[in-house]
């Protein structure tokens, strides 16, 4: 099981840009998919993005956030990123770094572990 926590969120302008970080502890990290989740007021959790095992391979975005925002993950300081730009006010939320076993999936029920969240809003 990994540990995961995030950082980076805050307060930005439409259009600009934010780069969140979620630092990954525990055995074995690279062999975990890493994903970033997002979850507006009063809506549900919904997947933005995520970075498979290994140093990488596949990628995987989510329609909304394609040609804006880009994930990496640097499995020598064990560190998921989430590059956001020409951000929008529909992207305030709290974002979610999340961690699974083996290939990528968008359920979060197919996630197991989660950070605490990191708080992103965007003022329009």
């Known amino acids: 099981q990994v540990q995961l926590e995030e950082s980076g969120g805050g307060l930005v302008q439409a259009g600009g840009s934010l780069r969140l970080s979620c630092a990954a502890s525990g055995r074995d990290v690279s062999k975990y998919v890493l994903a970033w989740f997002r979850q507006a007021p009063g809506m549900e959790r919904e997947f933005v993005a995520a970075v498979g095992r290994d140093g990488g391979g596949p990628t995987l975005l989510a329609t909304s956030v394609k040609g804006r925002f880009d994930i990496s993950r640097d499995d020598a300081k064990n560190t998921v990123y989430l590059q956001m730009s020409r951000l929008v006010p529909e992207d305030t939320a709290l974002y979610y770094c999340?961690?699974?076993?083996?290939?990528?999936?968008?359920?979060?029920?197919?996630?197991?572990?989660w950070g605490q969240g990191t708080l992103v809003a965007v003022s329009s």
């Open positions: 999340a961690a699974r076993y083996s290939y990528i999936v968008t359920a979060s029920s197919g996630y197991n572990a």
